[in-house]
Each structure stands twice: as C-alpha cells, then as structure tokens.
C-alpha cells in the first residue's frame, strides 16, 4: 500500500513538472516549437471547408425497409371472369321441341283376294298414307290331303280319333267348311304323294281315306307399309281391314 502511495505522488511531480530538476520534464502535448517553424500562416486556405459550405446538403437518410414477409404458400386463387353471354345451342333448341315419332316398316302377308281388296279401297282414301303402302301378289300352291270324313256329328268325329290315337297314327281337325268336320290323315304337296300314303294307312286297318284336294292354287297378298309413324299403324288397325292378319315389323 505505501509502495504505491509512493508511486502516485512521483508520477503527479513528473506531470506538473516538479521532477524538472532532475531531468525529467514530461513532454508539452502543444507543441509550442511546430509554431515558430510557421512561414505564412495567413495564407493557408482550408479547402475541406469551402467545399463543405457550397455542396449541397445530403439527403436524409431514407427510411429502413421493412422487411419482406414470406410468400404465402397457398396461391391465391384467380379472379373468375364473368361467363359470356349463352348463345341458343340449335341442337338443345332441337331437342326441346317435340320431335316425330320415328317412322317404320309394317307388313301383313296371307291376305286373299277379297281382304286385298277392301285393304286397298281404305287405304287408297285414307290421308297421308299416299305412296307409303304396297300390295305384292302371291301364290300359295295347291294342297292334297289324305280324308276321314266328312263325320255326321261330333260325337263321330271324336270316336274316330280315339281308334287312331289307339293306332298311333297322326292326324288333325280340319276347319275348311267344306270339309268339316273331318280328319286329314296326311298333308302333301302333290297328289301322288298323297296317294302312296293312303295305301300306307290302309294297309295299319284304316277304313274308309281316301284322297282330296285341301285347297287349289291360291292368290295371295301381302301388304307392306313404309316409313308410317305409330300413330298411322294404329289408325289402320283401328279400320278392322286386317281382320286376322296383324301387321307385322318388316325382316
């Protein structure tokens, strides 16, 4: 403690010059003698200061950016533009008018020469079927028969088909009014035909057969309607001209 007592009074007398006796003068910080070596001090110019005093002030300083946020992952989403004006599709306006029921063809085949005839007077007079129907003539070839009958009552015509059922020979009532009742044993396209099988049934103990013509040569009509909506078929139905011979879609 008294070791540096002593050293802060000796370092106080060496700064304010009381050590100046013993060689020990701290060094003046003012310089006096850089002052006499001075030549011409009034005609230095400070050269800093005028150009300080004729450029033209700094701008502020501009004010610090904030800093930028992150971008937002999500995209926003684009505007919609408005829809333009709807234009009438002429399909949809097609569509929703009422359209016409598809048109088809229709046939009837099998008329005789009496059906074909009053089929042709209706439809010949009848609106809108002009150039949409057509009568084409055709043959049905003549048809023999080996005959049972013709039975004086049913109760005959039943007994009869009783013995060929026990006989285990074919036949079949037959509806030709000139013919019933009866019982056709056979049905051939040819005469001889029908001949050779009348031998084959008499000779099974069959009494009685023999050989007839069913039906001649016969013309016959078939009608085709074409390009004729629903309603047309059903009004040419509705006239009863038909009779048995529904129409029918064409092949």
């Not at 030549?39 to 033209?56: C, K, M, Y």
């Not at 063809?105 to 099998?110: L, P, S, V």
């Not at 001649?216 to 009863?240: H, K, N």
Request: contains cysteine.
């Amino acid at each position: 403690m008294l070791i540096l007592l002593l050293a802060n009074l000796v370092f106080w007398g060496y700064t304010h010059g009381h050590l100046a006796g013993l060689g020990l003068t701290p060094r003046d910080p003012r310089e006096p003698q850089r002052l006499a070596q001075q030549v011409a001090p009034e005609a230095v110019v400070v050269l800093n200061a005028a150009r300080r005093e004729t450029a033209p002030a700094e701008p502020p300083p501009a004010a610090p950016t904030p800093p930028s946020l992150p971008a937002d992952p999500t995209p926003s989403p684009a505007p919609v533009p408005d829809p333009p004006e709807a234009t009438p599709d002429p399909s949809t306006q097609l569509l929703s008018s009422p359209l016409p029921l598809p048109a088809t063809c229709w046939q009837a085949t099998g008329l005789p020469r009496p059906q074909e005839v009053l089929v042709r007077a209706a439809l010949e007079n009848m609106d809108g079927m002009n150039g949409r129907w057509s009568l084409t003539e055709g043959l049905l070839p003549a048809r023999w028969i080996v005959y049972l009958g013709p039975f004086p009552n049913d109760d005959a015509l039943q007994l009869r088909r009783t013995e060929l059922r026990r006989a285990n020979i074919d036949h079949r009532e037959l509806s030709v009014p000139s013919l019933s009742p009866g019982l056709a044993l056979g049905t051939y396209s040819t005469q001889e035909a029908a001949q050779r099988a009348l031998t084959d049934v008499s000779r099974q103990g069959v009494s009685g057969a023999r050989v007839v013509q069913e039906r001649p040569d016969t013309p016959v009509y078939a009608l085709r309607l074409e390009g004729v909506t629903d309603a047309q078929r059903r009004r040419i139905e509705a006239t009863g001209i038909l009779r048995d011979r529904p129409l029918q879609r064409c092949p």
